[in-house]
């Protein structure tokens, strides 16, 4: 397999698996939804950075150590779980952020010092799946050999941060469209149960896998 064939073929797999709705999608569309187009954007930034730092552990070969070590994978487990469980909760007794109220209006609300909230739930949701170390691991295991060259692995690396952002920024600017937020406004309290009871399954599911 050519080295650009590589890349086309990861690229084309990691697309297929981001797309897929799971902890991150919900996290990047309740901060644009619940917040604003740019804490949307911070978060999908955060998943991107937690992606990037997955890569860099597989390439040294840490995502292999988190696969074999029973008792690793078993605590990034737990702790993933209860983070999720966490924001599920969260979205359960969360009230309307002044960012809604001001994006309703037509104002653009200020930068504040929980700007990066949305940036560091992103990141530590990505961060805090021990699948991700699992994923990656497939696909390196499957597309990587040893003499695959350090520049491919990095053309790699980049590819896929690139698409993990592109999606993901993508699906913040769709969830805080106006008219969108109008929507989730009015059915806002109904919308925020459906975030929490979707998050919270979803470390169910974590912790049972």
């Known amino acids: 397999m050519t080295a650009l064939l590589s890349i086309l073929t990861i690229a084309g797999v990691h697309f297929l698996a981001v797309i897929s709705p799971g902890p991150n999608f919900l996290v990047v569309t309740k901060s644009a939804l619940g917040g604003s187009r740019r804490a949307g954007v911070l978060a999908a930034g ?11 552990l597989g390439f040294l070969g840490v995502s292999a150590i988190v696969a074999q ?6 605590l990034l487990k737990l702790l993933g779980a209860v983070y999720l469980t966490y924001l599920g909760l969260k979205a359960f007794i969360s009230k309307a952020p002044p960012a809604v109220q001001a994006t309703s209006t037509g104002a653009i609300p200020p930068l504040s010092d929980s700007a990066l909230v949305p940036y ?3 990141l530590i949701t990505t961060f805090s799946n021990p699948q991700s170390a699992l994923y990656f691991l497939a696909l390196f295991t499957t597309f990587i050999s040893p003499t695959t060259t350090l520049t491919v692995k990095l053309a790699m690396a980049v ?16 969830f805080s469209n106006g008219q969108i937020q109008r929507v989730y ?3 806002r309290r109904w919308l925020d149960y459906l975030f929490g009871a979707l998050l919270v399954g979803l470390a169910l599911k974590l912790a049972m896998a």
């Open 120 to 122: 560091r739930t992103g």
């Open 185 to 187: 406004a009015r059915f």
């Open 69 to 74: 070590s029973v008792w690793v994978f078993n």
């Open 46 to 56: 955060g998943v991107a950075t937690g992606s990037l730092i997955y890569i860099g």
């Open 159 to 174: 590819v896929m941060v690139t698409i993990s952002w592109l999606w993901y920024t993508s699906v913040a600017v769709f």
